[in-house]
């Protein structure tokens, strides 16, 4: 009889318990969970990086048009797909030495569509005649 109860005790101790098992599904389930999150989380960040740049490239092109302020005050178009608006603004203007023409310093802001999240705006000064 003393044989079976060291038996049964060492049985006991010998594997895991249905409890300890389950405990430790559900921590590694809770870990896949949280780096799941994370991936998709980090997807999200990088495809608004990326559209936040292809509108930041949007505005330089538009910027680096011929500016004209006799164009009119608002101009807006579309490049790749991505609508833009372009509003000057005279802030002041001044004669050059030179006797030509006059010279306005114009507050520019290009607004560029983000899908999927607020518009990009560039603001910047600009020289042109008037």
């Given at each position: ?11 006991r ?5 249905l ?85 306005g ?26």
């Amino acid at each position: 009889m003393v044989r079976r109860a060291a038996f049964s005790r060492h049985s006991r101790d010998a594997g895991f318990v249905l409890v300890e098992a389950l405990v430790a599904v559900a921590i590694l389930a809770a870990i896949g969970g949280l780096v799941a999150r994370h991936l998709v989380d980090t997807r999200q960040m990088e495809l608004r990086a990326q559209n936040v740049m292809k509108a930041r490239l949007v505005a330089d092109a538009v910027l680096a048009s011929a500016f004209d302020p006799a164009d009119g005050a608002s101009q807006s178009g579309a490049i790749d797909g991505r609508r833009w608006v372009l509003d000057m603004a005279l802030e002041r203007s001044a004669s050059p030495r030179d006797g030509g023409a006059p010279l306005g310093l114009y507050d520019v802001r290009v607004t560029v569509e983000v899908p999927g999240d607020k518009p990009l705006a560039i603001l910047t000064r600009r020289v042109g005649r008037l």
